[in-house]
């Protein structure tokens, strides 16, 4: 009776929501569960770009963000009435612009490679198409996200890395990342209009704390945007 008990508990631990998780003992096996508690390869394939909107709270001021990620397109507008910060990135015709309060800047052949491996990483490229982008995973010591356990992945690629990953490990969805300087956590994730892919409704990183409002798959956008604004002359 108590083996079967033990059983019993051992499969009941690597199933959440009516999902069946691998054992883990790679790398490999976090991020194959990481895609089947978001409804699999092909649904994270099925999204081409993600647009969110929300607000920034930044210096005791809470400002709307607005961020469309993916169709090799990268748009950021955060709209802070003293250093408004907008970002356009058109990586396919390879050119872009920023704007930081009033001054404007061409991007540069490293800001549209920075850009493009974004775009790519957001999209889950890394996860799903793993091989074309030269990516190799490595499971380090679990660590503490926000006090619950959260297995630790690195991302390289050749022995660089690009990314550290944390994953609940109950239910295999990102917790935090880590990127160069920047560190993000995620939690009150959401299903995204029942498409099966859970999303960060809260996102506390070095420079703020930002609360989404809204998620858009494959939504429609406004090449309008991507139109370099015109210099004002300092008087």
């Not at 499969?11 to 409804?39: C, P």
Request: a neutral charge; glycine letters at 6%; hydrophobic letters at 35%.
């Amino acid at each position: 009776m108590k083996i079967r008990i033990v059983i019993l508990f051992c499969l009941l631990s690597l199933s959440v929501f009516g999902q069946t998780f691998k054992e883990v003992k790679t790398a490999q096996d976090v991020i194959d569960n990481y895609i089947t508690a978001n409804g699999g390869e092909d649904n994270l394939k099925s999204v081409k770009s993600i647009a969110m909107e929300g607000n920034m709270l930044i210096m005791g001021s809470d400002v709307p963000i607005k961020i469309y990620t993916g169709n090799n397109i990268f748009y950021m507008d955060f709209a802070h009435s003293q250093f408004g910060i907008t970002m356009a990135m058109d990586t396919k015709n390879r050119k872009g612009w920023s704007k930081f309060g009033g001054k404007l800047k061409d991007a540069t052949e490293q800001d549209i490679e920075k850009n493009k491996a974004n775009i790519a990483s957001s999209l889950w490229a890394y996860y799903v198409d793993k091989d074309k982008y030269g990516i190799s995973y490595e499971l380090l010591q679990n660590e503490k996200v926000d006090g619950k356990d959260a297995y630790t992945v690195d991302f390289k690629n050749k022995d660089s890395l690009i990314q550290t990953v944390y994953f609940d490990t109950e239910t295999f969805q990102r917790v935090k990342q880590i990127k160069g300087n920047n560190t993000s956590e995620y939690s009150d994730l959401r299903n995204v209009d029942n498409s099966g892919i859970y999303m960060p409704y809260k996102i506390v990183t070095g420079q703020g704390e930002v609360i989404a409002s809204k998620y858009l798959f494959n939504s429609k956008f406004d090449k309008k945007l991507l139109k370099k604004p015109e210099e004002k002359e300092e008087k």
